[in-house]
């Protein structure tokens, strides 16, 4: 059962994985410890909906857009001693303008994905 499990997961990373730069952070600065990383791996970003800004009445006309982070699946035979910590920062260096994301939460319970709770940062 495990090979299948394997073999799907990397069907579905060969479809959707993206080029990641995983920068490890401590006390919001670069950590010296630990290398930033560049990888492949699934990013799902979360709905964006349009918001109003309330800067007054004429300015409440504008629309901005408003996002709310999203997951980062990561497939843990590719690296197996990968060290991820809460707010280390995650850019999506395929998308355009390299969007930036905070690590919230990191799930390494699976034996398959580490999986990486998202907030946007910039």
């Known amino acids: 059962m495990k090979e299948y499990a394997e073999e799907l997961a990397s069907a579905v990373d060969d479809e959707w994985s993206e080029e990641i730069r ?3 952070m401590r006390d919001g600065e670069p950590d010296p410890e630990r290398t930033p990383l560049e990888l492949l791996a699934v990013l799902r970003t979360g709905e964006r909906r349009e918001e109003r800004y ?3 009445s004429r300015a409440a006309s504008l629309p901005g857009i408003a996002a709310s982070g999203g997951t980062l699946k990561i497939r843990r035979s590719d690296l197996p001693a990968l060290d991820v ?7 999506a260096l395929d998308r355009h303008g390299e969007p930036v994301f905070l690590v919230r939460m ?5 034996h398959h994905r580490i999986i990486l709770q998202l907030e946007d940062a910039n």
């Open 106 to 110: 990191v799930d390494d319970r699976s």
């Open 22 to 24: 995983i920068l490890p």
């Open 54 to 56: 309330s800067f007054g």
């Open 85 to 91: 910590q809460q707010d280390d920062k995650v850019v």
